[in-house]
């Protein structure tokens, strides 16, 4: 599940960003942010809580895997790269919600042939395992990034390279039919931690005090990301 942010460089639009701002401002701004990044991951696993309690989850998951898994893979890309484009080129609040709610509906419908493969080959505990893991990782590198209060804009170049060579593979491998493995899932797990000290520092140092939402959809992305292919490897050994 390739990222779908590193397109967008906040520094490099026309608006004051809030670290030019006063310190309440600067709060409230990263207070608000990661409030939403929460409510994103908690409403993201109560639709997947839904859509498995409810016995949806396998008829999504058959007809999905009816098809090449590697469509999925790459409509996620597509999808994401949308709703984040949509979420930093708007300066309604409105939209911004409704590309963060889109995007996460969105997920919750790519995730599920993964959650029922994952399940049923590797057990359910795989999956709160992988979560966790995700989770750390992300407090990890959130962490870094608020300590050392570096710029990281340098990655985005990283990134759209990487996305871009990401989303090749996948043509190919839809194309030529072989499999992606598990070298292609590390590197995107590197790339999912590239994107999340990259989208950290933009909060820090580019976003404006009204794209908050955006900024939280940017980071869900990245952590989605990661999760995605953490789970990959974890079910596939």
């Known amino acids: 599940m390739p990222d779908s942010s590193p397109a967008i460089d906040a520094s490099q639009v026309s608006w004051t960003p809030v670290a030019d701002l006063d310190t309440s401002t600067r709060a409230a701004f990263i207070w608000q942010t990661y409030l939403h990044v929460a409510a994103a991951i908690i409403g993201f696993a109560l639709l997947e809580v839904f859509l498995f309690s409810s ?65 049923y ?45 990401a989303l090749g593979l996948i043509v190919a491998g839809s194309i030529f039919g072989f499999q992606l493995g598990t070298f292609f899932s590390i590197g995107m797990v590197a790339l999912a931690g590239a994107s999340i000290l990259y989208d950290t520092s933009n909060v820090i140092h580019h976003f404006p005090k009204d794209r908050y939402v955006a900024a939280a959809l940017q980071l869900f992305a990245s952590v989605a990301m990661m999760f995605w292919y953490i789970l990959s490897l974890m079910s596939s050994e």
Request: glycine share 12%; hydrophobic share 60%.
């Open 55 to 119: 016995g949806l989850a396998e008829p999504i998951a058959q007809a999905m895997l009816s098809v090449n898994w590697l469509i999925p893979l790459g409509a996620f890309m597509v999808v994401g790269w949308l709703a984040t484009r949509t979420a930093h080129r708007t300066e309604s609040i409105s939209k911004q919600y409704l590309a963060l709610a889109g995007f996460v509906v969105a997920e919750a419908i790519l995730f599920v042939p993964l959650l029922v493969m994952a399940h």
């Open 121 to 165: 080959t590797a057990g359910g505990g795989v999956i709160e395992s992988a979560a966790w893991v995700t989770l750390l990782g992300f407090a990890g590198l959130t962490g870094i990034a608020f300590y050392t209060r570096k710029d990281f804009s340098f990655l985005r170049g990283v990134m759209i390279w990487g996305g871009f060579a």
